[in-house]
T-cell receptor
Framework: DSGVTQTPKHLITATGQRVTLRCSPR?????VYWYQQSLDQGLQFLIQ???????AKGNILERFSAQQFPDLHSELNLSSLELGDSALYFC????????????FGPGTRLTVL | GENVEQHPSTLSVQEGDSAVIKCTYS??????FPWYKQELGKRPQLIID?????GEKKDQRIAVTLNKTAKHFSLHITETQPEDSAVYFC???????????FGTGTSLTVIP
């Protein structure tokens, strides 16, 4: 157990819908990262937050948004869902941006039907 | 930004043989290079890392080497076992920077 929690574990929804994925970082970690992993694909970096502020953006679609709250948990919002958004979404946390190990959560498997 | 390339994409070895996975990076400012192992359906987990002030690091059957001049680093697994079968990702980052740049992954299969 990495100490990073993600909910829900599985999510099945329909095209056009909106969902929210939640992540709680390890105690003491200020930085949160979101990744998308499609079937047989690598880890696509989406976005990073540090202490409540957005620090870096990767290949995140305009239909997706995220935020980090004062208690440091983070939410990834996916809207107008398409079949191609079906993937495993990982959250990771670290003490500082870019520093040392990123600890990954168990992931949320999103299936869009 | 940084670009990390990883080869090979798939690798099959006989149990007991060695496996080598190679990565190259483009940004000479990168100074931290972790390797993650992801078993099927599970989260990526750090298995070993190296900083740019070190040329090699070992942990039991796993070792990582870094050539800063050539901008490449490699993962070496000796005496492979079936439980080493997984996808391995390399990454590069700048300590105090904002993100890790991951390679595309290598699917390693160890044949008993």
């Amino acid at each position: 157990d990495s100490g990073v929690t993600q909910t829900p574990k599985h999510l099945i929804t329909a095209t056009g819908q909106r969902v929210t994925l939640r992540c709680s970082p390890r105690s003491g970690d200020l930085s949160v990262y979101w990744y998308q992993q499609s079937l047989d694909q690598g880890l696509q970096f989406l976005i990073q937050y540090y202490n409540g502020e957005e620090r870096a953006k990767g290949n995140i679609l305009e239909r997706f948004s995220a935020q980090q709250f004062p208690d440091l948990h983070s939410e990834l919002n996916l809207s107008s869902l398409e079949l191609g958004d079906s993937a495993l979404y990982f959250c990771a946390s670290s003490v500082m941006p870019g520093a040392d190990e990123q600890f990954f959560g168990p992931g949320t498997r999103l299936t869009v039907l | 930004g940084e670009n990390v390339e990883q080869h090979p994409s798939t690798l099959s070895v006989q149990e007991g043989d060695s496996a080598v996975i190679k990565c190259t990076y483009s940004d000479s400012a990168s100074n931290y290079f972790p390797w993650y192992k992801q078993e099927l359906g599970k989260r990526p987990q750090l298995i070993i890392d190296i900083r740019s002030n070190v040329g090699e690091k070992k942990d039991q059957r796993i070792a990582v080497t870094l050539n800063k001049t050539a901008k490449h680093f490699s993962l070496h697994i000796t005496e492979t076992q079936p439980e080493d079968s997984a996808v391995y990702f390399c990454a590069a980052s700048i300590i105090t920077g904002n993100q890790f740049y991951f390679g595309t992954g290598t699917s390693l299969t160890v044949i008993p």
